[in-house]
């Protein structure tokens, strides 16, 4: 006899659609995209895990970051979440869910490549909320490179480094000063941090750096009772994907469970390694990956 409320099973949990080639300009829009992303804005029900914490999320304007911002705010958390500026109509979408659920939302134009935007972003997070209990690091770049490492130039690897390692250093930095004790860091790797495709090379780099980041920074700050943990998604239908991949229709179904992640389903792990529950867990990574094996 089935179960009445038995778990779903993650190959069908979502729908699997076909996904049509499709590209956009980078940074991407989430409207064009076929299937539009799910980031949980009908599914997601949050119990107070958050309940009255300031967070702050790179890249919040879409993708794994608008799922995050939206998840924080149904458990009770404020938002202050950056996107670059060609992205503010993204940005008022997460800014509605995010106020929906009946908490602050503050969306700050951010280049976080730039050391002064990254000052000036801690500085208006306390100037709106007085501290930053939570910093997720989420914000990166890619552009997948088909030929290899000589189809790199140099302007795009110091655009992702600058993006994805310099950014997530001065972030953290700035806001440690305002993280009291209990708080957290959270960043977002990925799967290519173990697994690299070789036509994300200098992604996947930066990948591997945030786990060495990570758990190194994790070893430092316990003895001031804040945690740093991480998140290593695996294939997640994003704006990033038609915005920096060569193929999409075959995105994700190398994976074991046959399909690429929607942003929603990353969310609860975010949610995790924030709240009181995850007292005790510092220095990991998360890996929801959709069976991929990782250390």
């Given at each position: 006899m089935a179960q009445e409320h038995a778990p779903p099973d993650p190959t069908t949990a979502?729908?699997?659609?076909?996904?049509?080639?499709q590209h956009q300009a980078h940074p991407g829009w989430t409207d064009p995209m076929r299937p539009r992303p799910d980031h949980g804005e009908d599914t997601y029900r949050g119990s107070g895990q958050l309940r009255d914490r300031v967070t702050v999320v790179t890249g919040g304007d879409s993708g794994i970051g608008r799922a995050v911002s939206l998840a924080y705010a149904r458990e009770g958390a404020d938002v202050l979440f950056t996107l670059l500026p060609e992205e503010a109509d993204e940005a008022r979408e997460t800014a509605?869910?995010?106020?929906d659920a009946g908490r602050r939302a503050v969306a700050v134009p951010c280049d976080i490549r730039h050391e002064d935007e990254c000052r000036t972003l801690v500085d208006r997070a306390v100037a709106e909320f007085g501290r930053i209990d939570v910093l997720v690091?989420?914000?990166a770049y890619q552009m997948a490179r088909p030929d290899g490492i000589?189809?790199?130039?140099?302007?795009?690897?110091?655009?992702?480094?600058?993006?994805?390692?310099?950014?997530?250093?001065?972030l953290t930095k700035g806001a440690l000063p305002?993280?009291?004790?209990?708080?957290?860091?959270?960043?977002?790797?990925?799967?290519?941090?173990?697994?690299?495709?070789?036509?994300?090379l200098d992604y996947a780099m930066?990948?591997?750096?945030?786990?060495?980041?990570?758990?190194?920074?994790?070893?430092?700050?316990?003895?001031?009772?804040?945690?740093?943990?991480?998140?290593?998604?695996?294939?997640?239908?994003?704006?990033?994907?038609?915005?920096?991949?060569?193929?999409?229709?075959?995105?994700?179904?190398?994976?074991?469970?046959?399909?690429?992640?929607?942003?929603?389903e990353?969310?609860?792990?975010?949610?995790?390694l924030a709240s009181a529950g995850a007292s005790y867990i510092t220095g990991e990574i998360v890996n929801a990956t959709g069976g991929t094996p990782l250390p």
């Open positions: 979502r729908p699997r659609p076909d996904f049509p080639e509605r869910l995010v106020e690091n989420n914000a000589e189809d790199i130039t140099t302007d795009q690897f110091d655009r992702v480094m600058k993006t994805n390692l310099y950014g997530m250093f001065w305002h993280i009291p004790q209990g708080g957290s860091v959270i960043n977002s790797t990925s799967v290519q941090a173990y697994r690299p495709s070789p036509a994300l930066t990948k591997g750096a945030i786990v060495t980041f990570t758990q190194g920074l994790a070893q430092s700050l316990a003895r001031r009772g804040i945690r740093v943990n991480a998140v290593a998604p695996g294939p997640v239908w994003t704006p990033l994907i038609p915005a920096t991949m060569p193929e999409t229709a075959e995105f994700g179904k190398k994976s074991p469970l046959g399909r690429p992640a929607q942003p929603a990353m969310a609860p792990a975010y949610v995790f």
